[in-house]
């Protein structure tokens, strides 16, 4: 019952990060082409404006990964495996 309570409200939560990116970040559905400038500021730039939506997928499933290793490891303390 826990599982399938948390399945739902993260596939929720992602939703809505989602939309509030899409929305945000693009809000007339256009994606702002970068230039091509190899400065760290223009790879700043294209990161945050261009590639927003895959950063934003990477950022959400590395802290996925970190909270299934803390819970492996909280399990596997509990059960005496370590």
């Known amino acids: 019952m826990r599982n399938k309570f948390a399945l739902v409200l993260s596939v929720l939560l992602f939703l809505l990060m989602l939309t ?3 929305f945000g970040a693009f809000p007339n559905g256009v994606v702002p082409v970068n230039t091509g400038t190899s400065s ?3 790879i700043t730039q294209s990161l945050f404006t261009t590639y927003l939506l895959p950063f934003e997928i990477i950022t959400f499933l ?17 059960n005496g495996s370590i």
Do not use: H, K, N, W
């Open 20 to 22: 509030f990116i899409q």
């Open 62 to 78: 590395l802290v996925a990964a970190m909270l299934g290793a803390m819970y492996l490891g909280e399990r596997g303390e509990q």
């Open 40 to 42: 760290s500021p223009g």
